[in-house]
């Protein structure tokens, strides 16, 4: 380029922000589709003897495309990760590793 010369660009249309809101939609689908499998998944491998550990795990909404899963029981992250005297007994994570790769693909198809 020889020095001195200008470019000028001139947008002639936007159509970022028309593409953007299509996508939040389908991301808040796909988040609380993730949200609610984890939960299902971890209440599902959770061991059980009075439940109290089952019914402590809940999705909750925090925005549209923000959701938390949590362990309400004291005791789910030494069932979790197990301590000496126990061995680990994992039900959220495997929960959200299942889930994980469906959700990947989900949101890499908003943005294909």
Not at 55 to 84: L, N
Request: charged share 20%; proline share 5%.
């Amino acid at each position: 380029m020889a020095s001195g010369t200008d470019v000028k660009w001139r947008v002639i249309s936007n159509d970022f922000p028309k593409i953007i809101a299509g996508m939040e939609p389908r991301a808040a689908q796909y988040v609380a589709k993730a949200a609610l499998d984890i939960e299902a998944g971890a209440k599902a491998r959770a061991p059980v003897d009075t439940g109290t550990l089952r019914a402590s795990i809940q999705a909750t909404k925090i925005s549209p495309t923000h959701w938390r899963v949590t362990v309400g029981a004291e005791y789910g992250i030494y069932v979790e990760m197990g301590t000496r005297h126990m061995a680990a007994q994992p039900f959220l994570t495997p929960a959200i590793n299942q889930v994980g790769r469906a959700f990947r693909q989900a949101m890499k198809g908003i943005v294909a």
